[in-house]
């Protein structure tokens, strides 16, 4: 178990498309439990491989109510939405605001490559959002409605 550096914004590896996980093997489970450190070492809520600098589709989640591993995820249903502010441990010291699906349902597979299926609102629903999106090299800044703030600017707001 090992904490990673965290690539931020600006780095290369961020805009591509990770490649589909097709086994599990020490190495794998090694670079899930090292996500899982990093991103409670940073008070982060999720953290996609390619934070990591590892093109692979495979993200951590922990909202507060204990750790998701979710390998080659897939979102299969989303409804309603929830616009509010949005931070990445991969662009220190921001915030925007980003409208998301209020719920989501997505399709994944554990560290035993079993296949199961996740349920989300508010918070999950965009941070499976948020995540997903790494895998293709989305970073939220992207989708950030008005101006991406400083830590002290939403303080201030
Ligand atoms: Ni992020």
């Known amino acids: 178990m090992a904490i990673?550096?965290?690539r931020e914004i600006g780095d290369e590896i961020l805009t591509k498309t990770c490649r589909e996980v097709k086994e599990v093997n020490d190495r794998t489970k090694d670079l899930i439990d090292d996500m899982l450190d990093t991103m409670y070492e940073a008070n982060g809520v999720g953290l996609a491989a390619p934070q990591v600098g590892v093109l692979k589709r495979i993200v951590v989640i922990d909202i507060g109510e204990g750790p998701v591993v979710m390998i080659n995820p897939r979102i299969i249903e989303t409804s309603g939405s929830q616009t509010g502010n949005e931070g990445c441990l991969s662009v220190p010291g921001k915030a925007g605001v980003v409208t998301r699906p209020?719920?989501?349902k997505a399709v994944a597979f554990d560290e035993n490559m079993e296949e199961y299926e996740i349920e989300g609102?508010?918070?999950m629903a965009r941070a499976i959002c948020h995540?997903?999106?790494?895998l293709d090299g989305i970073l939220y800044v992207s989708k950030v409605e008005g101006e991406l703030l400083s830590s002290e600017e939403l303080e201030e707001a």
């Open 121 to 123: 609102t508010e918070l």
């Open 102 to 104: 209020d719920y989501v």
């Open 4 to 6: 990673r550096n965290i």
């Open 131 to 134: 995540e997903c999106d790494h």
